[in-house]
């Protein structure tokens, strides 16, 4: 079982569903059980044998993804594959980055200057504040983490006018420290030359200049920085519910057809929370399953099964969204399909269509540090005259930490 584990308060799994024309593909952690409805007797029957040696239809989890080849028989071919991303918050929400695909930035930008700034590390959340505008989290106090600073400067004029004399200066807050050390830092540019100096003991700044930039060209300045220690040697962010700044803001000095303008950027706040955000842990059964169906005939399975938990008391909430019969793709041709939310086998006033899976369907999942919540999807199939060949459909299941949010209360 794959477990994943998110201090986040929404995550997304996005279930393809794929049909194609193919043999099997060799799966890792074997056959799932597939039933079929017997239209004498009126009872669904398992089909024997469990596996790829059935010639009626068999599933298998964990597919692998390549290496398919055409066979002689007419199957039809269900792939259905689990991804999860992070997903939009909502006000004062925390959401995570990090853990999978890019992490989540927060950008400012006004004129010709845009500042982004991402994490380094995987303990920084993103929230919003009372005004709506996003800041970073962290769990609590005495923190270490790493951010990186990119300043894009963009010429967008259309005419033949080129920026000349540009500088970009900022200051770096007194907890911060540019990685790298006296005679290498961690600061590049794309253009021009970057002078990184102390004006005191307690602070960072860097001076960008020496480059010009035609119509429609860009330039940009990366910087790493850290969270450094104080004189005591404790690690900064000591005190909680407190907002800090990692920059004042920044400033783009330039000349345009001989005349001076400046901008002036938005600095970047951390909140760091006296109560850290809730995590919680979803253990799946499979990463992905791949069935094959060759007669015409109803069939179902339990494609996937799933176990919550949560580092403190919380509740969340599962959602469906975007699921539909499997399309075909090429022609208008459709296979039915139906799902049951249960952890037992389903019954007959179980299944239910996509359609109201993802408007009429929730579950309310209360899990804490000492006890878990499971839940089972089961998908069934009707198949009768369709052509064989690839069949589609997408669809989302949201997962929402719906409590235990720490909230700010400014001064």
Known sequence: MYKVCLPIKVIILGLAIIGVICSPLYAEFGYKDVYQYDEKTEKWVLLEPVGEANDTAYMITDYA???????????FSVKSTLSIVPAPMHTKEVRAFGIFGEPDSIVHSNGPLTITVKPLTDNIGIGQNDDGEDWFVLPGTR?????????????????????????????????????????????????????????????????????????GESASLTIDV???????????????????????????????????????GDSFEVWVPCTPPSSFCISLSATGTEWYVRKPGDYYTKMLEGEVSASGDATIAVTFSNFDNLRS??????????????????????????????????????VSAHNTSSWGMWQRVILGTQSPGMYANVGVITFTLVNSQPAYVGN
């Open 65 to 75: 993804g390549t290496g398919a080849e055409g066979n002689s028989g007419s199957w």
């Open 143 to 215: 923190n270490y983490a790493e951010w990186q600073f990119v300043y894009t400067v963009t010429n967008p004029s259309d005419a033949s006018v080129e920026m000349k004399d540009i500088t970009v200066e900022d200051n770096f807050s007194a907890e911060l420290e540019v990685k790298g050390s006296e005679d290498a830092w961690l600061a590049s540019a794309t253009q021009g030359n970057v002078l990184i100096y102390r004006p005191n003991e307690k602070q960072f700044r860097f001076l960008w200049d020496g480059f010009s930039l035609k119509p």
């Open 226 to 264: 850290k969270l450094g220690k104080n004189p005591a040697g404790k690690q900064h962010y000591g005190d909680c519910n407190k907002v800090y700044k990692l920059n004042s803001g920044g400033v783009l000095k330039f000349k345009l057809n001989g005349k001076q303008q400046s901008y002036d």
């Open 329 to 366: 793709i090429g022609n208008s041709q459709t296979i039915p399909v139906f799902y049951a939310i249960k952890d037992e086998e389903p019954g007959t006033s179980d299944w239910i269509r996509p359609q109201d899976l993802n408007k009429d369907v929730s579950l309310e999942l209360r």
